[in-house]
C-alpha cells in the first residue's frame, strides 16, 4: 500500500510539474520565446537597426515597456558591456490594452502573440555572439509568474 502511495504522489507532483511548465510556456519555463534573427551582419562603427522578434506563450501576456502602472515592470532589452556591440537605444512596440475578467475597467498595456523590439547597435569589427538580456513579467489570467530574464543570443559580424 505504500509504494503504491508514493507512485501516486509522484504521478501528481509529475503533472503539476507540466502543467507549470505549460503555464509559464516553453519548456524551458519561459513565457517569452525569442525568434529570430540568430545571427546579422552590420557595417562596422557605423548604426544599424535590428528587428528582433518575440513570441508570448498561448494564453499569457508580458507587461509592455510602458506599463500603466508604476508598480508594474515592464519590458526590457539590454546588452551586455564588453562584447564588441553597444546597444544604442531599443525602440519597444506599443501595448495593447488588456483587462482581467474579473475588472474590466482596469487596462492594463501588455504584449501578447508575437512582437519586435528595434535594437540600435553599433557593433566593431569582428563576429561577436552577443547574450542580450529581455526583462519581463509573464501573467495570464489568474496569476502573475515572478520577474524573468531571458537571454537572446544573436551573433552579430561587423564588417
Not at 509529475?14 to 545571427?39: I, T
Not at 539590454?78 to 519597444?92: H, I, M, N, Q, W
Not at 501578447?112 to 569582428?126: M, Q, Y
Not at 526583462?135 to 552579430?156: G, I, K
Amino acid at each position: 500500500m505504500r509504494v503504491l502511495s508514493s507512485a501516486a504522489v509522484g504521478l501528481v507532483l509529475a503533472m503539476w510539474a507540466m502543467c507549470a511548465q505549460e503555464q509559464a510556456g516553453s519548456a524551458k519555463g519561459g513565457a517569452v520565446e525569442f525568434l529570430y534573427p540568430e545571427q546579422v551582419t552590420v557595417d562596422a562603427g557605423k548604426p544599424a537597426v535590428v528587428k528582433l522578434h518575440f513570441r508570448v506563450a498561448e494564453g499569457m501576456h508580458i507587461n509592455s515597456h510602458v506599463p500603466k502602472d508604476e508598480f508594474l515592470i515592464p519590458t526590457t532589452l539590454e546588452f551586455p558591456d564588453g562584447t564588441g556591440v553597444k546597444l544604442e537605444r531599443a525602440e519597444y512596440p506599443g501595448g495593447g490594452e488588456f483587462a482581467f475578467p474579473n475588472d474590466p475597467g482596469s487596462k492594463l498595456s501588455v504584449y501578447v502573440g508575437e512582437f519586435a523590439i528595434d535594437a540600435h547597435i553599433r557593433g566593431e569589427k569582428g563576429n561577436h555572439l552577443v547574450e542580450a538580456k529581455l526583462h519581463y513579467q509573464a501573467c495570464n489570467n489568474a496569476q502573475c509568474l515572478p520577474p524573468r530574464t531571458a537571454t537572446v543570443a544573436v551573433d552579430v559580424i561587423g564588417r
